[in-house]
């Protein structure tokens, strides 16, 4: 199994600082024991204008047999000979990735304290790999190496046999990258690569694997047009680690396009000890306040306000302990439920699900067949998945429901077609100038029949005696509107997208500043004026939920309420 890196230099940068790059001295010949036999790193030419480095690893087939225990293509037990008579010790594979990992450590992380800075720039660069395994052909190869800044990626496959070309050509190809990139950067993509041409490990996938792809990909997996096939190949398509770091790459790809880090992302909720799937169904309000207690910026958790529930009283603004009142999140669930309900909803998105309490309320109706819980953060949806007993469920139940990752400020195919939609809690956590980017991706892109929206009144603050003047009800809150606000938003959101939109309380309706919840229900219309611009329809919605009124958009326009 044989491997070349070579690069080209001048008097001022020669070429032999390929040498300090890979911490591998151009005058010596060394040798370092694998696990599966040795490898040997030797310079067959190394001057200033050119240097190559090689990489030999010889394979002992007995020792790969032995090691495998039976797991992988080397110790596969097909057929005697065949374990010990068979291509891993010529063809490279996941062997030579590790060796590669093995040998130049410090090279794949971009390290060099004698040289910094060349190893921090491109180098023009030649690799060469004369047999490489590829399940998917030259085809494959240019798809895979294409996207990563190769100038010339070359995939010369190998016949079976030149003295008898009427067999055809065998699944090797001999393989030749050129182009300007890190050091780095190359060695990881061969890292990663090599193994999924071969489409095989020869050792068992654990968990870690996971972390292993991250890291090697880092800066050009996330946005790789082939993600899902180098992934699942990767991970010997173990497809609980294959989704595991799916997920994980979507957090880094919208950390990139908004240019912030990943933690920032994923913080809709704290690591915390206990289960959630142990607290019941809503068990009481201490045990939702006290995950909800938990939320960080970015939290999308439909019951954010519990925390503040708890911290500043009763729904009147009174202490509300030791009382079987329900909490405002129990009746905002409740609301959003009945409303569900009435429009005749059978699919359901929950956008922004957080830890999924809406999704477990609307499981336990059957008139639900289908609910999808979308969430940008992985943490949230793994607490989700735990309170809904998701790996417990039965086929059938289990088909009504999914938990998928997206941001809700880009547009998703995925979320086409559903009746309905719920942003319950969501939009005062995205920056203003966010807003238009998730009304288009919601009414504009999805657009599902209905779409009901709930956010806190900021004028039913004063009522919270606990609740410092001018503080949100929550951290990460980036504003909180009062009702003409939130009428504002909500109207022209409806006359650009095509909905009529009806208006509702949640919670005691206060005389003096309104509900602590306010909620707008969206229904589309096909209703356009002359002008092109769609009109809100004069539609009075009658009834109420729990202790609430409503309050419709022509109402509103003529100071009535229904």
Not at 240 to 248: I, K, N, P, S, Y
Not at 251 to 273: P, S, T
Request: glycine content about 8%; proline content about 5%; aromatic content about 6%.
């Amino acid at each position: 199994m044989f491997l070349t890196i070579s690069t080209t230099g001048t008097p001022e940068r020669p070429a032999t600082d390929l040498g300090f790059l890979l911490h591998k001295h151009p005058d010596r010949a060394q040798t370092f024991s694998t696990a599966h036999g040795t490898a040997h790193v030797l310079y067959p030419e190394a001057s200033a204008e050119r240097c190559t480095a090689a990489l030999l690893l010889e394979i002992d087939p007995v020792a790969l047999v032995r090691r495998s225990r039976g797991k992988g293509r080397g110790g596969a037990p097909d057929a005697a000979l065949a374990q010990y008579v068979n291509d891993r010790p010529y063809a490279a594979s996941s062997l030579l990735a590790v060796a590669l990992s093995t040998v130049f450590k410090s090279a794949l992380r971009g390290v060099c304290a004698a040289l910094p800075e060349r190893a921090a720039r491109p180098l023009p660069l030649r690799i060469e790999v004369p047999a490489v395994p590829a399940r998917g052909g030259a085809e494959l190869v240019g798809k895979l190496f294409g996207p990563l800044g190769w100038t010339s990626v070359e995939a010369r496959p190998v016949a079976l046999d030149e003295r008898f070309p009427q067999w055809g050509e065998s699944r090797y190809v001999q393989l030749v990258l050129d182009g300007e990139l890190r050091l780095a950067d190359a060695l990881r993509q061969l890292y990663v690569l090599l193994p999924v041409l071969d489409d095989a490990k020869h050792y068992w996938v654990a968990p870690d694997e996971v972390d292993k792809l991250l890291r090697a990909g880092e800066g050009w997996l996330a946005e790789h047009p082939e993600q899902k096939l180098i992934t699942s190949r990767y991970l010997a398509r173990r497809w609980g680690l294959t989704r595991q770091a799916m997920e994980r790459l979507e957090l880094v790809r919208l950390a990139e396009a908004d240019d912030i880090d990943v933690e920032a992302i994923d913080n809709a909720v704290e690591e915390i000890l206990t289960d959630p799937a142990l607290d019941g169904a809503e068990t009481g309000e201490a045990s939702s306040d006290a995950t909800d207690a938990t939320a960080t910026a970015n939290a999308t958790d439909t019951d954010t306000e519990n925390a503040t529930d708890t911290a500043a009283g009763a729904d009147d603004g009174r202490v509300r302990s030791f009382t079987k009142e329900p909490s405002l999140a129990d009746q905002r669930r409740e609301a959003i439920l009945t409303t569900l309900r009435a429009t005749g909803a059978g699919t359901v998105l929950d956008l922004g699900c957080g830890q999924g309490q809406l999704v477990q309320a609307l499981l336990k109706d059957a008139r639900f067949t289908r609910i999808v819980g979308v969430d940008v953060s992985v943490r949230a949806l793994a607490i989700a998945g735990r309170r809904i007993g998701l790996d417990r469920m039965s086929e059938r139940q289990a088909a009504r429901v999914t938990l998928t990752q997206g941001a809700l400020t880009y547009t998703d195919k995925r979320l086409k077609g559903y009746d309905a939609a719920v942003l319950s809690e969501v939009v005062e956590h995205l920056d203003l100038p966010r807003l238009p980017a998730l009304e288009h991706a919601v009414f504009g892109a999805a657009r599902p029949r209905t779409v009901i929206v709930t956010t806190p009144n900021v004028e039913y603050n004063v009522r919270w005696e606990t609740l410092p003047a001018g503080h949100a009800r929550h951290g990460d809150h980036r504003f909180e509107w009062t009702r003409e606000e939130f009428r504002d938003w909500a109207g022209e959101v409806a006359r650009r997208h095509g909905y009529d939109v009806a208006y509702a309380p949640i919670g005691p309706d206060d005389p003096e500043v309104g509900p602590p919840t306010q909620m707008a229900v969206f229904t589309q219309n096909d209703t356009t004026g002359k002008t092109g611009k769609t009109v809100v329809t004069e539609t009075v919605v009658t009834e109420t939920v729990a202790t609430r009124t409503v309050v419709t958009a022509a109402d509103e326009q003529e100071g009535k309420t229904a």
